[in-house]
T-cell receptor
Framework: DQQVKQNSPSLSVQEGRISILNCDYTNSMFDYFLWYKKYPAEGPTFLISISSIKDKNEDGRFTVFLNKSAKHLSLHIVPSQPGDSAVYFC????????????FGTGTRLKVLA | EPEVTQTPSHQVTQMGQEVILRCVPISNHLYFYWYRQILGQKVEFLVSFYNNEISEKSEIFDDQFSVERPDGSNFTLKIRSTKLEDSAMYFC??????????FGQGTRLTVV
């Protein structure tokens, strides 16, 4: 029962270029989406979120795009930096409920200097 | 910057023993959660807690698990009789109303 999927387990990008991380979901009740970054042996760190009433949210180098009809969201990082190398998880929740997060399996991003 | 604090960072326990994982959420937060991540797998929801009671729990959160907020600051997860498959990173999270959740650094539980 994979309600949130990240189909790319890993991604390598050159420093300065754009990183695009993708996430798909199946539950149409999800209306709040987030991206978290995680280093080994640390907890997830919040990056950016988007409500289903929007299709784009931007914060500095990070932009999240939401395509509700395709049940797809993506995280763009521009420009990518070596410090961005980490595992990125997308998460989804229903704001009418307890706001529990359903996480994807993660994408390991490696930014090459 | 306020943060969620978890102790211990690593706990090794024998199978069948009880463990208590401790968390201090951010002080003005109202909603509390436990998640876990088995090595190499995704982060999974265990339980949510609001207004001094469990608001939702997953299938994983069976009768061996319990949560408490005994004193208004700590939030604990107890596993009554640990099994090998309970070995995982356990993350506590908290949030205010309508905001993102902040996660602690995690407790690595190793059951031997």
């Amino acid at each position: 029962d994979q309600q949130v999927k990240q189909n790319s387990p890993s991604l390598s990008v050159q420093e300065g270029r754009i990183s695009i991380l993708n996430c798909d979901y199946t539950n149409s009740m999800f209306d709040y989406f987030l991206w978290y970054k995680k280093y080994p042996a640390e907890g997830p760190t919040f990056l950016i979120s988007i409500s289903s009433i929007k299709d784009k949210n931007e914060d500095g180098r990070f932009t999240v795009f939401l395509n509700k009809s395709a049940k797809h969201l993506s995280l763009h990082i521009v420009p990518s930096q070596p410090g961005d190398s980490a595992v990125y998880f997308c998460a989804a929740s229903e704001t009418s409920g307890t706001y529990k997060y359903i996480f994807g399996t993660g994408t390991r991003l490696k930014v090459l200097a | 910057e306020p943060e969620v604090t978890q102790t211990p960072s690593h706990q090794v326990t024998q199978m069948g023993q009880e463990v208590i994982l401790r968390c201090v959420p951010i002080s003005n937060h109202l909603y509390f959660y436990w998640y876990r991540q088995i090595l190499g797998q995704k982060v999974e929801f265990l339980v949510s807690f609001y207004n001094n009671e469990i608001s939702e729990k997953s299938e994983i959160f069976d009768d061996q698990f319990s949560v408490e907020r005994p004193d208004g600051s700590n939030f604990t997860l107890k596993i009554r009789s640990t099994k090998l498959e309970d070995s995982a990173m356990y993350f506590c999270a908290s949030r205010r109303r309508s905001t993102e959740a902040f996660f602690g650094q995690g407790t690595r539980l190793t059951v031997v």
